[in-house]
Nanobody, 117 residues
């Protein structure tokens, strides 16, 4: 049984930082791409960042230069370091594995990030 558990969300002021974690159990995170998505009420879930098996990374334009995705294979955990946070980064953040265009993989329960102005 594959499970993804996100943590690390919270309330932060604009300009601040947070680090989100996505702990994977029941599978090796490094076997496939894993992605971070975010969603605000009433809107679609948008891709934020992906890290591939090769550790190649891809970012949404809105977070380039501010967010960094990484993977710790020993901990089987993927991180999203978020710096210079803006109020528009406020959303529920989810991780998805294996991550593909059809979004068929497993999802975590999400973690709320709120950035105050």
């Amino acid at each position: 049984q594959v499970q993804l558990v996100e943590s690390g969300g919270g309330l932060v002021q604009a300009g601040g930082s947070l680090r989100l974690s996505c702990a994977v159990s029941g599978a090796m995170a490094s076997d496939n791409a894993i992605g971070w998505y975010r969603q605000v009420p009433g809107k679609q879930r948008d891709l934020v960042a992906i890290i591939y098996e090769t550790r190649r990374t891809v970012y949404a334009d809105s977070v380039k230069g501010r967010f960094a995705i990484s993977r710790d294979d020993a901990e089987n955990t993927v991180y999203l370091q978020m710096n210079s946070l803006k109020p528009e980064d406020t959303a529920v953040y989810y991780c998805n594995w294996p991550c593909d265009a059809a979004r068929r993989g497993y999802w975590g329960q999400g973690t709320q990030v709120t950035v105050s102005s």
